[in-house]
C-alpha cells in the first residue's frame, strides 16, 4: 500500500490524467474508435447512426482468394538485389506450382522483372521443375501458357508502378506503352485491369489514361484518411472513376486494407503453421468485416500475399488448397464459398450484380496521400533525394529529344529513297525508356528507397542518357548526309554526358569532339518552334573560332574551364529550327577568350567562401558559384548535392502531431520520475530524507517542491525521451499514430 501522503500529493491523478491523455490518443492501444477530441485537429469525430448508409448484408459470400507478390523496382535492395535475392525464386516455383493443379492462380504487376527474368534464363529449359508433355518447355514458353489459360495473369500491363503524382505525362505514357509492347512481343497478351496497390495517392491522369488505352476496371491500395471513411461509410469502395464526362469511367475496386493477406496467419513464407480450419473461419470472419464497405453482391477480394512472397511457393499452394477444399465441403452449411481468383475473374463475376447507374462517380484525385489521422500526409515524397528527381527529369528530356530525332530520320528516309535497318537503334532506344520508367517507380522518384536502390537508379539513368545520345549521333549522320556516309562524328550538344561511375558525381560536361571535319551539330526535335540552346565544347586550343556553317560568321563564345591547354567554352545557338539542325565549324582564327561579349552590371554576392557572379553574357544571363560556371538548369545541380541533403520521404507527421508526442513522452515520463522520487522519499532510509529535504507549505512537507525530486524526475523525462528520439523508427512511429 502507498503511503496516504503520497495519494494525497496527488502524483498518481497526475499519472492517470498523462497516460489517459497518451492512451486515448493512441489508437494502437485504443482500438475502439477515434477519440471526441480528435475534430480539434481537423478529423472528423467518431461516427454515428446517422452518418453511415451501409448495403445490406448478402445472404451468401463468395471469397476470391488472389495470391499475388508486390515486388517493388528497388526499395531497400536494388531492383537487380532483390531479383537474385527473392524475386527469381518466386518466379519459378509459382510456374511449377501453377502447372500442378489448374484451380490455382497467381497475380503479377510490374512487368520489369519478367523482363529481367526472360533475359537471364527465359529460353533455357526449365531445369526438371515441370513434369509430363512440358519437360520441354521453356521457361519462357511455361509463362505464356499460363498466361494464356489465365492462371497467371498479368495486371495493371505497365513496365513499372509509377508514382502518379510526380510522373509527366510523357512518361506515364511511355510506361503504358512500354509495357504493353512487352506483353504484346513476349507474351502475346494484353491487360485490362489497372493495378495501382502500393502508389502513394492517385491521380485523375490515371482513369483518362487508362481508360484510353482499353482498361475497363482498376484496383487501388492507398486512399487519403478521409476520403476512405467517408466511401467506406456509404459501401462505397467499389466506384466508377471517371475524369470528365468524355472518358471512359473504371469500374474502380479499392483496397480497404493493406494488400497483404488478412492476418500474419496467412503468411506462408514465414510460417509453417497450416490449421485449414482455424484458417477458414478466420476468412470467414475477415469477410464479414468487409463486405457491407462495398455494394451488396457478396463477393469480398482477398489478397493473398504481401511484399516478395511466394518464395516458399509449394507451402503457400498447399495449404491454400486445403482451406479451399474445405470451403467446397462446408459452403452449404456456412453459405460462404472460397475460389482461386484473378481480378479479371473478380470483375467478370462482380459485374453482373452491379446497377452501374447507382454507383458512386468520382472524378477527382486521391492525392496528397494521407494514411493516419491529425493532418498526416505523406509531403516528405515530394521533397526529398532532390539530386534523383533531377537527373530522373533530365534524362527523359534526352529519351525523349532522340525520340523525335529518331523520328524525323525514319521521315526522312522515305524522301532520301535509301533503306536502313532501324531496328538496333529502336531496340537501343526502347531500352532508355525503360530506365526511364524505373527510374518514376513509386520508390524511386519519391526517394522512399535505401541508398543502395538509390544509387543503383542513378547508375542506370546515366547509362541510359550515354544509350540515348548514341541514337542520337546515329540519326544526325543520316540526317547531315543522307545519301552518303559521313566523314565525321556529329553529336547532339543538348545533352553529352562525360561521367565516371560514380553514382553521386553530378559533375557534368556537354563535351563536343569535333570530328574529321570538325563539325558541331545542334539539333532541336523537342520543340515545335525554333529554339536558343546553350552549347558547351571542350576545344583543343584558345587559337580557335567557332563558326556559323550557314552565315559563316564567328560565334561569341565564353570560357567557362578545361585544363591541359583544351578550354571549355560555351556560346549560344540561336534559333535551332523546329525539328532540325544547325551546322557549326571549329577552325583557326582569333583567340576565343578576345571576342566574350560582355554587356551591362556584374553583380556578386557572398556567403562566407562561396560567391556567387551574375553578369550578362551575350544577352543572356550567366551565373557562377566559386570557379565553377552554371548555365540554365546546371543551377540545379547546386541545389541537388546529395552530399548537403539528407533523406526525409518518410516524413510525413504534422507538427501538431510531433509537438503532442514529445511532450506526452517526457509529460509521462516527468511524471513518472517524481512519483519514483516521492515514494522514495516516504519511504527511504535517513540518507534519503536529508538528500530529498522538502519544502514546507502550511508546516506540512511538499514532495513536488523539492529540488532534488524536481531534478531527478526532469533527468527520467529528459533520459527517456533521449532514448524514444534514438531507437524511433518508421514503424514505431506509425504504430503510436
Not at 498466361?147 to 510523357?170: A, L, N, Q
Amino acid at each position: 500500500m502507498l503511503p496516504r501522503r503520497y495519494i494525497r500529493g496527488g502524483s498518481l491523478a497526475l499519472a492517470a490524467v498523462a497516460a489517459t491523455v497518451v492512451i486515448s490518443g493512441n489508437q494502437a492501444v485504443f482500438p475502439f474508435g477515434k477519440s471526441p477530441w480528435m475534430s480539434w485537429f481537423g478529423e472528423p469525430g467518431p461516427s454515428n447512426d446517422r452518418d453511415i448508409s451501409l448495403a445490406p448484408m448478402p445472404t451468401s459470400l463468395t471469397l476470391h482468394l488472389v495470391p499475388h507478390s508486390h515486388s517493388d523496382i528497388g526499395w531497400n535492395l536494388s531492383f537487380e538485389g532483390y531479383y537474385r535475392r527473392s524475386v527469381h525464386q518466386v518466379m519459378r516455383r509459382v510456374v511449377s506450382e501453377l502447372w500442378l493443379d489448374p484451380r490455382r492462380r497467381f497475380t503479377w504487376g510490374d512487368l520489369a522483372f519478367i523482363d529481367m527474368w526472360f533475359s537471364d534464363e527465359g529460353d533455357t529449359p526449365h531445369g526438371g521443375m515441370l513434369r509430363g508433355a512440358s519437360a520441354t518447355l521453356t521457361w519462357r514458353q511455361a509463362v505464356q501458357r499460363l498466361v494464356v489459360e489465365g492462371r497467371w495473369e498479368i495486371v495493371s500491363g505497365t513496365y513499372v508502378s509509377p508514382d502518379e503524382g510526380m510522373t509527366t505525362w510523357w512518361a506515364h505514357n511511355a510506361i503504358v506503352d512500354v509495357g504493353h509492347r512487352f506483353l504484346a512481343n513476349e507474351l502475346n497478351a494484353t491487360s485490362e485491369i489497372g493495378w495501382q496497390i502500393d502508389n502513394f495517392g492517385h491521380i485523375n491522369t490515371m482513369p483518362y489514361l487508362l481508360g484510353n488505352t482499353g482498361y475497363s476496371s482498376m484496383v487501388l491500395g492507398r486512399m487519403a484518411y478521409r476520403q476512405l471513411r467517408d466511401f467506406a461509410d456509404s459501401s462505397s469502395l467499389q466506384f466508377l472513376w471517371q475524369r470528365d464526362s468524355v472518358t471512359p469511367a473504371l469500374l474502380t475496386h479499392f483496397l480497404s486494407v493493406h494488400y497483404a493477406a488478412p492476418s500474419p496467419s496467412f503468411d506462408f513464407d514465414n510460417t509453417e503453421r497450416c490449421n485449414p480450419a482455424e484458417l477458414l473461419e478466420e476468412l470467414m470472419g475477415f469477410a464479414r468485416s468487409q463486405v457491407r464497405q462495398y455494394p451488396g453482391h457478396g463477393h469480398i477480394l482477398v489478397m493473398m500475399g504481401d511484399d516478395f512472397r511466394y518464395v516458399h511457393a509449394q507451402r503457400g499452394f498447399s495449404c491454400l488448397d486445403k482451406i479451399v477444399d474445405l470451403s467446397e465441403a462446408r459452403s452449404a452449411e456456412d453459405g460462404i464459398s472460397v475460389r482461386y481468383s484473378t481480378p479479371s475473374e473478380y470483375f467478370a463475376s462482380v459485374r453482373p450484380h452491379l446497377d452501374m447507374a447507382s454507383l458512386r462517380l468520382h472524378g477527382d484525385d486521391f492525392y496528397p496521400y494521407q494514411d493516419k489521422p491529425y493532418e498526416q500526409y505523406w509531403s516528405g515524397v515530394l521533397a526529398t533525394r532532390a539530386d534523383l528527381k533531377w537527373l530522373i527529369r533530365d534524362t527523359e528530356q534526352i529519351v525523349q529529344h532522340v525520340e523525335a530525332l529518331l523520328t524525323v530520320m525514319r521521315i526522312r528516309e522515305h524522301t532520301s529513297g535509301v533503306t536502313r535497318d532501324w531496328e538496333p537503334l529502336e531496340r537501343r532506344l526502347e531500352d532508355c525508356r525503360k530506365q526511364v520508367a524505373i527510374g518514376y517507380h513509386h520508390d524511386a522518384i519519391t526517394g522512399t528507397c535505401a541508398a543502395v536502390a538509390a544509387a543503383d537508379y542513378k547508375l542506370r539513368l546515366r547509362r541510359a542518357a550515354r544509350q540515348a545520345l548514341g541514337v542520337g549521333r546515329a540519326a544526325l549522320l543520316f540526317m547531315r548526309e543522307p545519301l552518303a556516309e559521313a566523314k565525321g562524328d556529329a553529336y547532339n550538344t543538348a545533352a553529352q554526358y562525360e561521367l565516371g561511375e560514380d553514382a553521386d558525381n553530378l559533375a557534368r560536361e556537354y563535351v563536343v569532339a569535333a570530328g574529321n571535319d570538325n563539325s558541331i551539330t545542334v539539333t532541336n526535335a523537342a520543340a515545335l518552334a525554333p529554339q536558343d540552346a546553350v552549347v558547351r565544347v571542350q576545344l583543343a586550343s584558345l587559337d580557335s573560332e567557332i563558326v556559323d556553317s550557314a552565315t559563316d560568321q564567328a560565334m561569341p563564345a565564353d570560357v567557362v574551364g578545361g585544363a591541359g591547354g583544351k578550354p571549355i567554352v560555351e556560346f549560344l545557338a540561336r534559333d535551332v529550327p523546329a525539328l532540325g539542325l544547325r551546322s557549326y565549324s571549329v577552325r583557326k582564327g582569333e583567340r576565343i577568350a578576345e571576342r566574350i561579349i560582355s554587356q551591362g552590371a556584374t553583380a556578386q554576392l557572398r556567403k562566407g567562401d562561396t560567391h556567387v557572379d551574375l553578369r550578362i553574357v551575350n544577352g543572356r544571363i550567366r551565373v557562377s558559384i566559386g570557379s565553377t560556371a552554371v548555365v540554365w538548369h546546371s543551377l540545379r545541380q547546386y541545389f541537388a548535392n546529395p552530399l548537403v541533403q539528407a533523406s526525409g520521404a518518410y516524413i510525413m507527421h504534422s507538427f501538431m502531431l510531433m509537438y503532442m508526442t514529445v511532450f506526452a513522452v517526457f509529460g509521462g515520463a516527468l511524471v513518472l520520475g517524481l512519483g519514483i522520487s516521492s515514494a522514495v522519499h516516504y519511504s527511504g532510509a535517513t540518507w534519503t530524507r536529508r538528500a530529498l529535504v522538502p519544502r514546507l507549505r502550511h508546516g506540512k512537507p511538499t514532495w513536488w517542491s523539492s529540488p532534488a525530486s524536481i531534478v531527478a524526475g526532469s533527468l527520467c523525462g529528459v533520459t527517456f525521451t533521449y532514448y524514444v528520439a534514438q531507437v524511433a523508427d518508421v514503424e514505431m512511429l506509425t504504430a503510436w499514430t
